[in-house]
């Protein structure tokens, strides 16, 4: 199988001990198949609507300062040896970042380092990667996936499968105060890719999903996930009126997975639903607290400029819902507009094995649409500005004295080049 996943052009199959690989069902397989499918295609980035697209994302200084993040990079860093940080680091625009994925590692290996190879402290410094990239909220929502992802454990008795730790840090570029540079978490229900330049930052895509959504027994009894973004949603499509809800209703049967998720980078998706404008005041303002519930997973300072980016395009704000509306059934909701895409879905079970959606399975996806996931479109203009200044070798690939991998073939394009 290793040697399988050479031809793959995918890289570090998982070192958690635990873990082994073995052979993929149909379905998984062709999981897979449409995993490679994506990963190979140019990134463009998600769109919609002609009318909806802007231009280039500004590169004003924001006042809101990323010093105790660019910190703890260079604690978790530290505390890594120099195999441990030759694993985790990449070059700032390795394309590895797109391979972050939701399914089994055994079936799109992760790149980085395991939490499960890494001792107490080293966790802890890895944590703090997300503790200064998230809000207190978000932060908490994010150790609880992981933590629900132990209790998926005690359901299924399954260690090769789920653990609180088994997920992959992966480091890019040299974390610094003006250089670009990013760091990922990968694994089983928790992917945030943030990027930062200056005191910019980009933390999309994010997923973040739980089955199940509460534990009832076990380690973490009565831990509770996404209880704020069913119910803001629920409560959003209660606010309208019969007419409005039909109008915002775009299909019945719910979508097998969130439409712009892992591996859909170039997603085209249509505005559809109900316009902002057309809601009734109550359902405006649903609205805009159910999308203050996903900008907050931001850390503060950041969490206000998101939040401002996605007022200002209010008006080309769509709701969309698939699903009835009643009081138990499972449903899937989309708000979109040129800043910013959210995804909502229940899903069929994998941990409780049950074929049809249910209100104990949910992901969540949060994205920067027009090309702006992972941060490209700023590291393009600032290829794009150092490229002009004409100032030489662009020296952002290595971290901490260990060369950062690149998937540049031989005879093509090194990490540190523009991109053209």
């Known amino acids: 199988m290793a040697g399988e996943t050479a031809n793959f052009g995918l890289r570090n199959w998982p070192p958690a001990p635990a873990i082994r690989p073995f052979e993929p069902t149909p379905r998984q397989q062709k999981m897979r198949n449409l995993a490679l499918a994506g990963l190979a295609e140019p990134f463009r980035g998600i769109s919609c609507a002609a009318s909806l697209v802007e231009g280039p994302s500004p590169r004003t200084a924001t006042g809101a300062s990323l010093a105790p993040l660019v910190d703890a990079a260079h604690t978790f860093l530290a505390s890594l040896d120099a195999r441990q940080r030759q694993a985790a680091c990449l070059a700032i625009d390795d394309d590895a970042g797109r391979q972050w994925s939701n399914i089994h590692a055994w079936l799109i290996p992760r790149n980085g380092i395991c939490l499960a190879d890494l001792d107490h402290s080293q966790r802890e410094a890895a944590l703090a990667l997300l503790r200064e990239t998230m809000s207190e909220t978000g932060y908490q929502t994010a150790r609880d996936v992981m933590r629900l992802n132990e209790h998926a454990l005690e359901i299924t008795g399954k260690p090769e499968e789920y653990s609180e730790w088994y997920y992959w840090i992966s480091m890019f570029g040299t974390p610094s105060p003006n250089a670009p540079w990013g760091w990922q978490i990968d694994g089983h229900h928790l992917n945030v890719n943030c990027f930062v330049l200056g005191h910019q930052l980009v933390m999309t895509p994010t997923f973040m999903g739980s089955e ?105 704000t769509h709701f969309a819902w698939i699903g009835p509306f009643d009081e138990s059934s499972p449903f899937y909701y989309r ?86």
Do not use: C
């Open 212 to 316: 199940p959504v509460l534990a009832r027994f076990g380690k973490y009894k009565g831990l509770r996930v996404f209880a704020a973004e069913e119910e803001h949603g629920h409560a959003l499509m209660g606010a309208l009126s019969a007419e409005a809800r039909q109008q915002a209703t775009i299909g019945t049967d719910l979508p097998r997975e969130v439409f712009a998720g892992p591996f859909n980078d170039n997603r085209h998706i249509e505005p559809g639903g109900i316009r902002y404008a057309d809601l009734p005041q109550e359902g405006r303002e649903r609205l805009e607290a159910l999308l203050a519930t996903y900008v907050g997973h931001i850390r503060p300072g950041h969490s206000a400029l998101r939040w401002d980016e996605a007022k200002r395009h209010l008006a080309d």
């Open 335 to 420: 708000i979109l507009n040129p800043a910013i895409l959210v995804e909502f879905d229940h899903q069929p079970g994998i941990v409780f094995d049950n074929d049809m959606p249910s209100r104990d399975h949910i992901h969540t996806l949060i994205r920067t649409p027009n090309g702006r996931d992972y941060g490209k479109d700023l590291l393009r203009q600032h290829y794009l500005q150092w490229h002009t200044g004409g100032h030489g070798t662009h020296t952002h690939s290595h971290t901490h004295g260990s060369p950062a991998r690149s998937t540049a073939e031989p005879g093509g394009r090194s990490p540190a080049e523009p991109p053209k």
